[in-house]
């Protein structure tokens, strides 16, 4: 019996099926630019190197910083104009309050004469008119803010999209040149995440069986990884094959090739 179960146990180290992939890091990525404008920098002596929180490539953004700057000067005027409209609504309110009982006490009394009356009335309407357009330009004038703090987001965003950053990311590739325009959509770097490294193969059908529970050899070495991500439907370059990628630590060197068995 004994002897039967390492026949088993060689027959599946002998023919387990032998996958080569790359090892890549663990994401790429395409970026391309939001705005239009000239290319201020672009340094490439920083391909290949781990990025900071400083921008590796900046697009003109000068106007958008003195209209943002503008704009939230525009804006704190704004807040003082609305917080003495409000000021003034309060006192206008306690008037009208003073205003339509003092005419109620006036109205039904003989002794005044009707011109005396009118007159009354008349300065409690202005008054309450005053009031409301009051109340109107302090509508305008949260309009006017809430607009503001709109355009302030957009340049802020537009300036963030212009000092392109990512932190902790590695520089693959620079598309563009100082002095160069570009568009939107146009193509201005590759950045790569290298924290990590994946391996993408593609299995035969019958290896697809409990596929994620299987253990991952790698250059004929036993090790703890497993199928981290497999997907279901075959591939459409490799027809019948099925992509399965495996996540392993950070090498010291990518792109090279390696020999990956998956064993029961």
Known sequence: MKFIFMLV??????????????????????ISSNVLGIVTSADESLVGTTLSSKPYIKIDSEIDEKELKS??????????????????????????????????????????????????????ISSENLYLNTRKELQNLKTQMSDLKLRAAQLQRSIADKNLVAEGFVLYEVLVKSGQVVNMATPLAKVADISKAKLTIYVDEEDTNKIESKTVYIDGEKTSYKVSRFLHIADSKNISKYMAQIIIKSPKLFSKLVKIELRD
Do not use: G
Not at 83 to 89: C, F, G, K, P, V
């Open 71 to 124: 704009t939230k000067e525009k804006l704190m005027y704004l807040e003082n104009s609305i917080e003495i409209n409000e000021a003034i609504l309060v006192n206008l309110d306690d008037l009208l309050v003073k205003k339509r009982e003092n005419y109620k006490k006036i109205e039904p009394l003989k002794i005044k004469s009707s011109v005396e009356k009118d007159k009354e009335f008349y300065d409690l």
């Open 9 to 30: 146990i060689l027959f599946n180290v002998v023919y387990a099926k032998v996958y080569y992939a790359k090892v890549e890091p663990y994401e790429i990525r395409d």
